[in-house]
């Protein structure tokens, strides 16, 4: 049997095991609730950002043809470039949401009354903050450099890269540099168009080309650097002279040719080509 002076002792360790083990309950608990907010509203922000972030730059994105593994990879590092923004709008909304919670349930007024001070009931979500704030210095020291590199090198190969080729009916359409072309019916089973109108200048203005044709067909070539442009019964037309300082002169020579069937080859590089990124060191961001 213990000696009597030793009881009192014995008694205030046990209930300093009892605190200890309410303590680590609590702290799992209150660490349980804000880490699943926590996940939920920092990819709810990452989400958000992203959005904004893509319908800032929609306009290299749209029309251009770009394969999936290139858009997943443009998503990946804007994501990476937009985690310090979505880090302390979750850690703010987290804390906001996890404690209100617990405070309109009455747990914060029962871990107060049982003696549980309300420093010690943020302990845990300040050692949470403080491992995200080291985790966010290494982020931005280490990765979000790199990641910025990549991305701007992506939206730069994208800005370069030709558009898809997809001709409208009844306007003309110049994404082919050098050519203007108005299409009056398109056939989209057979690739077929019809009522076909091209203006030239890959010669100069002073030199213009005007062909109208019937029908024809637009093809990209396997290595994507051309166009086979194949036109049915039209008729070329295409100046002899230039115009420059010879405005007022009535009659103009110009060159005008019938044909039945007739093959162009038009450049059109429609393959996207990755920059070097090294060429990005030297950027500020």
Request: glycine share 6%; net charge neutral; aromatic share 14%.
């Amino acid at each position: 049997m213990p000696h009597p002076t030793v009881m009192p002792f014995l008694y205030l360790c046990a209930d300093y095991y009892a605190r200890m083990r309410i303590i680590k309950k609590l702290d799992l608990y209150i660490l349980k609730n804000y880490l699943l907010l926590f996940a939920g509203t920092f990819f709810i922000c990452l989400f958000i950002f992203i959005m904004q972030f893509i319908w800032q730059y929609i306009d290299d994105l749209v029309g251009k043809g770009l394969s999936w593994d290139v858009l997943l990879e443009f998503f990946f590092y804007a994501s990476l470039t937009l985690v310090p923004m979505s880090l302390p709008l979750a850690v703010l909304l987290a804390s906001l949401i996890s404690f209100g919670n617990m405070g309109e349930k009455l747990e914060l007024l029962s871990m107060k009354a049982a003696g549980v001070p309300l420093v010690r009931i943020l302990l845990p979500i300040f050692i949470v903050a403080l491992l995200v704030c080291g985790a966010s210095f290494v982020f931005q020291d280490r990765i979000q450099p790199k990641a910025t590199r990549q991305l701007a090198t992506l939206l730069w190969s994208m800005r370069q890269k030709s558009p898809e080729l997809d001709i409208p009916e009844g306007i003309f359409y110049s994404d082919i540099p050098g050519y203007s072309i108005f299409v009056q019916k398109k056939d989209t089973k057979t690739g077929m168009l019809h009522g076909v109108m091209i203006y030239s200048t890959q010669g100069g203005y002073d030199k213009m080309e005007i062909v109208l044709a019937d029908s024809a067909r637009l093809q990209g070539t396997e290595d994507q650097k051309f166009l086979r442009l194949t036109m049915y019964e039209g008729e070329r037309f295409r100046n002899m002279d230039s115009q420059t300082g010879n405005m007022l002169k009535a009659n103009i020579p110009y060159m005008r040719e019938t044909f039945h069937t007739e093959v162009a080859m038009i450049p059109f590089d429609a393959s996207f080509n990755m920059m070097d990124a090294n060429l990005f060191n030297g950027d500020a961001k």
